[in-house]
């Protein structure tokens, strides 16, 4: 006789947990093994930096309470990382659609290529930051001065990977896509886009990384509410318990934004983007 669904589901489970345990083991073990070194190296009175015990108990308040709704810059993380978050999903979104355009211009043709390229090779040398006093000198305000400079920092990988994704697009596809007489909107949606997608959300993914590494540097100069410039003040204060929990912030958070990407292209791309 069949088995029924819920036999069926049981048997998998040792299976399932054991799979559940590969994974989640072996990054326990580590950060276990991490947090008992970095224990005992700080444990120390004359240790520079606080060992874990210590920045759990100083820093308790700010971990329990990421709600906190003060007056000014005196916010919970929760809003400390969501104005950064919302200045970056602005930067970001512009750069993935302006890299997109401008990486399937210098793809198509060599002409774009030979003149933009060697201006783009300069232009994205330049350090992140850099870019900050002159955007504040351009837009007078520090929110359009950060986003700019997200967008400056975003925008170069999505180029370079659209680009190189539009001319190894194999001669099969532009065979088929004459033979069908597919006019410029339907070769650039049936054809390019899904033979590119691959490269486009790998540099998509390095945007978007190279956009959370922007955002709280350039925080920490513009000041206003922004896990930037809350780590910058905790250094002022010398609150390094403090900066030490937002760094773990900052981490987990860039972390899940290359996943959600990462994600995105997977389901996009059916699998054939980069994990």
């Given at each position: 006789m069949p088995r029924k669904p819920?036999?069926?589901?049981?048997?998998?489970?040792?299976?399932?947990?054991?799979?559940?345990?590969?994974?989640?083991?072996?990054?326990?073990?580590?950060?276990?093994?991490?947090?008992?070194?970095?224990?005992?190296?700080?444990?120390?009175?004359?240790?520079?930096?606080?060992?874990?015990?210590?920045?759990?108990?100083?820093?308790?308040?700010?971990?329990?309470?990421?709600?906190?709704?003060?007056?000014?810059?005196?916010?919970?993380?929760f809003w400390q990382i969501l104005a950064s978050l919302q200045r970056v999903a602005i930067g970001y979104s512009l750069a993935a659609i302006a890299g997109i355009a401008l990486g399937v211009l210098l793809g198509q043709s060599q002409w774009a290529m030979r003149g933009l390229d060697p201006i783009f090779q300069v232009l994205r040398t330049v350090p992140p930051l850099a870019w900050l006093p002159l955007s504040l000198a351009a837009f007078q305000d520090g929110a359009p001065s950060a986003i700019f400079v997200i967008f400056i920092t975003a925008i170069w990988p999505v180029i370079i990977n659209t680009a190189a994704g539009v001319r190894n697009i194999p001669q099969d596809y532009q065979n088929v896509a004459r033979v069908l007489r597919l006019n410029g909107f339907e070769y650039f949606g049936r054809i390019m886009l899904p033979a590119a997608a691959p490269y486009i959300f790998t540099g998509l993914r390095i945007g978007v990384g190279l956009s959370w590494l922007a955002i709280v540097a350039a925080e920490m100069l513009i000041g206003g509410v922004g896990i930037g410039f809350f780590i910058w003040d905790a250094w002022n204060s010398s609150l390094i318990s403090d900066i030490i929990v937002a760094l773990i912030y900052v981490g987990v958070v860039g972390f899940f934004l290359d996943r959600l990407i990462a994600l995105a292209g997977r389901l996009i791309t059916r699998g054939t983007a980069t994990a």
């Amino acid at each position: 006789m069949p088995r029924k669904p819920a036999e069926g589901s049981l048997a998998r489970l040792p299976q399932l947990l054991r799979q559940l345990g590969e994974s989640l083991l072996p990054p326990l073990i580590t950060l276990a093994v991490l947090l008992a070194v970095w224990e005992v190296l700080c444990s120390s009175p004359t240790a520079p930096l606080p060992p874990p015990s210590r920045v759990l108990t100083e820093s308790w308040q700010i971990i329990a309470d990421p709600f906190y709704r003060g007056q000014g810059t005196d916010q919970g993380m929760f809003w400390q990382i969501l104005a950064s978050l919302q200045r970056v999903a602005i930067g970001y979104s512009l750069a993935a659609i302006a890299g997109i355009a401008l990486g399937v211009l210098l793809g198509q043709s060599q002409w774009a290529m030979r003149g933009l390229d060697p201006i783009f090779q300069v232009l994205r040398t330049v350090p992140p930051l850099a870019w900050l006093p002159l955007s504040l000198a351009a837009f007078q305000d520090g929110a359009p001065s950060a986003i700019f400079v997200i967008f400056i920092t975003a925008i170069w990988p999505v180029i370079i990977n659209t680009a190189a994704g539009v001319r190894n697009i194999p001669q099969d596809y532009q065979n088929v896509a004459r033979v069908l007489r597919l006019n410029g909107f339907e070769y650039f949606g049936r054809i390019m886009l899904p033979a590119a997608a691959p490269y486009i959300f790998t540099g998509l993914r390095i945007g978007v990384g190279l956009s959370w590494l922007a955002i709280v540097a350039a925080e920490m100069l513009i000041g206003g509410v922004g896990i930037g410039f809350f780590i910058w003040d905790a250094w002022n204060s010398s609150l390094i318990s403090d900066i030490i929990v937002a760094l773990i912030y900052v981490g987990v958070v860039g972390f899940f934004l290359d996943r959600l990407i990462a994600l995105a292209g997977r389901l996009i791309t059916r699998g054939t983007a980069t994990a």
